[in-house]
């Protein structure tokens, strides 16, 4: 038994030795500035705090609509903008299942979601 317990120390030791724990990882220095989009995404879904949609261009704030009635709305949205972006953005009470939806829809469609958040 005590031989047993020797050999996996020494395994153990070995391949502890042998492993390269030293990665190395390109992480941005503190003096360097965060370049701002240059080609930002114009055609934008709002999911609002009671889980109804305003699509961007186009869309008003005072007349959300429901899910079903985006759809065909955000396709041209995209399609204007010549670009397979699409940028949602979310209310902090909105349902996850009510930013899903567009995230679905984006992925069925095959365009870029681009998930915009407040600081």
Do not use: C
């Not at 889980?51 to 899910?67: A, I, K, R």
């Not at 995230?103 to 870029?112: F, G, K, R, V, Y």
Request: hydrophobic share 45%; no cysteine.
């Amino acid at each position: 038994m005590t031989d047993l317990v020797f050999l996996l120390l020494i395994f153990f030791i070995i391949m502890s030795l042998m492993s390269n724990n030293q990665t190395p990882i390109d992480l941005p220095k503190t003096d360097q500035d965060i370049k701002p989009v240059i080609d930002p995404v114009e055609a934008t879904v709002i999911v609002t705090e009671d889980n109804q949609y305003v699509v961007l261009p186009g869309g008003s704030m005072e007349e959300p609509m429901e899910f079903d009635e985006i759809k065909e709305i955000t396709a041209s949205a995209v399609e204007k903008s010549g670009k397979m972006k699409l940028k949602i953005a979310g209310h902090r009470n909105a349902s996850y299942e009510a930013v899903f939806n567009v995230l679905a829809l984006s992925q069925a469609n095959a365009w870029d979601p681009v998930l915009s958040y407040d600081k």
